[in-house]
């Protein structure tokens, strides 16, 4: 099994920062890219930014200057460093994990999601 567990979330006032991490453990073995997810009531899911293990990024154009992903491929982990954080940006922030297990399985692993709230 692989497990996947953000931390992070909470409350800020606009204009604020937020940083989100998230750990992958398990089974997996082998990570191709990771990456950050959001949803807001009544909305789709939609990319917020994804880092592959070579490190090129990709960001949704409503974030690019504000938000930097991170990771350390020796920790399995990621980051999501958020400022200048707008009410617009309110949802559930959610990691995957893109990758193949020991038993060369290849997946997408979610973790349960962070509530990031910003209030105008």
């Known amino acids: 099994q692989v497990q996947v567990v953000e931390s992070g979330g909470g409350l800020v006032q606009a204009g604020g920062s937020l940083r989100l991490s998230c750990a992958a453990s398990g089974s997996i073995f082998i990570i191709d890219a990771m990456g950050w997810y959001r949803q807001a009531p009544g909305k789709q899911r939609e990319l917020v930014a994804v880092i592959t293990s070579g490190g090129t990024t990709t960001y949704a154009d409503s974030v690019k200057g504000r938000f930097t992903i991170s990771r350390d491929n020796a920790k399995n982990t990621v980051s999501l460093q958020m400022n200048s954080l707008k009410p617009e940006d309110t949802a559930l922030y959610s990691c995957?994990?893109?990758?193949?297990?020991?038993?060369?399985?290849?997946?997408?692993?979610w973790g349960q999601g962070t509530q990031v709230t910003v209030s105008s």
């Open positions: 995957n994990v893109n990758g193949r297990t020991y038993a060369l399985v290849r997946g997408d692993y």
